[in-house]
Nanobody, 115 residues
């Protein structure tokens, strides 16, 4: 009954901001590393950002300085704050939870950056 449910996607102008959320249930959230991935049309899925159970973060070069990943262990939720959005950020964004051999994915949420 593991569930990862993304929300917060939508249509935004270049330079705008969105905040994605991923609500997690069915696992002990606090001991899992979390990540955000994205997949643009006809492109491979790529890693956007990760955060360890202890709050250590890493970012893809393409989003460094613009995106921030965070987590609220009390609410079993991970966030992705996206600022200064560019058209090339357009993709379906997926939430991931992983620990050792275990990995889980959300259904994805569409982010479209267009004027």
């Amino acid at each position: 009954q593991v569930q990862l449910v993304e929300s917060g996607g939508g249509l935004v102008n270049p330079g705008g901001s969105l905040r994605l959320s991923c609500a997690v249930s069915g696992i002990t959230f606090r001991i899992y590393a979390m990540g955000w991935y994205r997949q643009a049309p006809e492109k491979q899925r790529e890693l956007v950002a990760t955060i360890t159970k202890d709050g250590i973060t890493n970012y893809a070069d393409a989003v460094k300085g613009r995106f921030t990943i965070s987590r609220d262990n009390a609410k079993n939720t991970v966030f992705l704050q996206m600022n200064s959005l560019k058209p090339e950020d357009t993709a379906v964004y997926y939430c991931n939870a992983n620990k050792g051999p275990f990995a889980y994915w959300g259904q994805g949420t569409q982010v479209t950056v267009s004027s």
